[in-house]
């Protein structure tokens, strides 16, 4: 089936102590990107990757790294997090970086940090 | 820089009534636009896109450039159109295909 994956589907953690949320696609889609959804402010743009080896910041990049070594996974990581990245993520790939492209998601990943 | 509002945080209709939810943008340039939908308990996905100008589930939507309006517009709403929807602009970024969504419309269908 093609699809968008994420893991884990839901976090629990402490300030600072780092973690990684995965993000795989079966789709062989070279665009790939993150979202943070918070009440109140719909999604907003994280980073994305247009492709292996590329990637940049969108809207909120602040506290988060990404990395795209394989076209197929897009991790996105919190070296240190803080209360203030409580939020539901959402990791989505597209065939191309085009705007008429549809944007496939992830089921969500919902991270709390105390 | 692109902006996506829908006014509407709630929305909540009898069955078989028409259903209409807002959508405004700003954008300086030609814009892509899209509607995205939640159900409950589910991933989010496309529910239709302006440039194919097609109905899905009974939901169209019109782009008005004049109004900066995409509305998506459904003339008899069903249980089952209950769910979060969200108003999305495209944009080439820096190369990137960056969406931009409003905050989202709960649309409640009640019997």
């Known amino acids: 089936e093609a699809q968008v994956t994420q893991n884990p589907r839901y976090l629990i953690t402490v300030t600072g102590k780092k973690l990684t949320v995965t993000c795989s696609q079966n789709?062989?889609?070279?665009?790939m990107s993150w979202y943070r959804q918070d009440p109140g402010l719909g999604l907003r743009q994280i980073y994305y990757s247009m492709n292996v080896e590329v990637t940049d910041k969108g809207d909120v990049p602040e506290g988060y790294k990404v990395s795209r070594k394989e076209k197929r996974n897009f991790p996105l990581i919190l070296e240190s997090p803080s209360p203030n990245q409580t939020s539901l993520y959402f990791c989505a790939s597209s065939l191309l970086a085009g705007g008429v492209n549809e944007q496939f998601f992830g089921p969500g990943t919902r991270l709390t940090v105390l | 820089a692109q902006r996506v509002t829908q006014p509407e945080k709630l929305l909540s209709v009898f069955k078989g009534a028409p259903v209409e939810l807002k959508c405004n943008y700003s954008y300086s340039g030609s814009p892509e636009l899209f509607w995205y939908v939640q159900y409950s308990r589910q991933r989010l996905q496309l529910l239709l896109r302006?440039?194919s100008r097609e109905s899905i589930k009974g939901f169209t939507a019109d782009l008005n450039k004049g109004e900066t309006s995409f509305h998506l517009k459904k003339p008899f709403a069903q249980e089952e159109d209950s769910a979060m929807y969200y108003c999305a602009l495209s944009s080439l970024t820096g190369g990137g295909n960056k969406l931009t969504f409003g905050t989202g419309t709960q649309l409640k269908v009640e019997l």
């Open positions: 302006h440039i």
């Open positions: 789709m062989n889609h070279e665009y």
